[in-house]
């Protein structure tokens, strides 16, 4: 049996449903790259990032800052950042920013300034700022020790560049042992506070007084409900959210993770060194 013929007002019908249905589809595909920034799918940036809008808009993707990194941590986000797709991050429970490189080689070789080149040193830089997010977990406010590889038992490659075995070149995470009475592994390899303690000690990174930044965090005793002595981690102003801290806490999840700035940019920089800054360094110890 023949089917029907359309009518013309038929045709139309189905043509016009047709376009409705194909600009839905469009539109929605236009539109889901907003759902990750409406979702507040908020990145690490890289250091010298300007703030999040004005970043995303001036990265062109290319990835110089990822080839030159030197611990690799700077990655290129994929389809799940909508809009952000292509733009660079750090995830730093993987791999943070250690500041291996003194010159910030991103900064330098990122050819549109998304990366500001307003800035000279590491204490410059506002990634963010670390956090205590799960006191409980934590082993110094537990009053505990630490005593082995951290990290240990997981895939892990981290790597760190730790001075007493390689000025320059960093090593695996997980090669490094520690016998710690208290747990103070957030403060003892953050890259601000090394470059603090080389400032009292009247060694400024690569002779630079320039370099000597104020201090990121400290351990602050406190006593428990049974009198046992704890520590806790107190974030400074010298903290730059590079997510060492993040990274090398031996906790799963981490006890301290890094908030993420995202008003970060020009101007807008926590620390600018001066003549006082070694004296401003020794008073704070």
């Not at 400032?199 to 201090?215: H, I, M, V, Y």
Request: charged share 25%; aromatic share 6%.
């Amino acid at each position: 049996m023949a089917k029907p013929r359309l009518t013309r007002q038929q045709k139309a019908r189905r043509q016009f449903l047709s376009s409705i249905g194909y600009t839905a589809a469009i539109t929605g595909v236009a539109l889901a790259g907003y759902i990750p920034v409406m979702a507040g799918n908020n990145r690490l940036r890289p250091p010298g990032a300007l703030a999040e809008k004005e970043f995303l808009s001036s990265c062109i993707k290319c990835g110089q800052c990822v080839q030159v990194c030197p611990v690799e941590a700077i990655k290129l986000a994929d389809i799940t950042d909508g809009f952000g797709i292509g733009s660079p991050y750090i995830d730093a429970r993987k791999q943070a920013c250690d500041f291996s490189c003194d010159g910030l080689q991103c900064v330098l070789a990122c050819p549109t300034g998304s990366l500001t080149h307003n800035i000279d040193y590491p204490a410059q830089t506002n990634m963010g700022v670390a956090k205590l997010k799960i006191p409980k977990l934590c082993l110094a406010v537990q009053g505990q020790g630490f005593k082995g590889k951290t990290r240990s038992g997981e895939d892990y490659n981290g790597i760190l560049r730790f001075q007493e075995v390689s000025r320059w070149d960093p090593v695996p995470l997980a090669d490094q042992e520690f016998d710690l009475e208290i747990c103070d592994l957030c403060v003892r390899l953050c890259p601000i506070e090394i470059r603090a303690n080389q400032c009292d000690e009247g060694k400024p990174p690569a002779g630079d007084e320039s370099q000597c930044p104020p201090r990121a965090i400290r351990l602050v005793e406190f006593k428990g409900n049974n009198g046992v002595k704890r520590m806790k981690p107190e974030i400074l102003d010298g903290c730059v959210g590079c997510g060492v801290c993040e990274m090398v806490c031996p906790t799963n999840p981490s006890a301290i993770v890094i908030e993420i700035n995202t008003e970060r940019g020009l101007g807008k920089n926590k620390w600018m060194p001066d003549a006082s800054m070694v004296k401003t360094v020794k008073e704070l110890k």
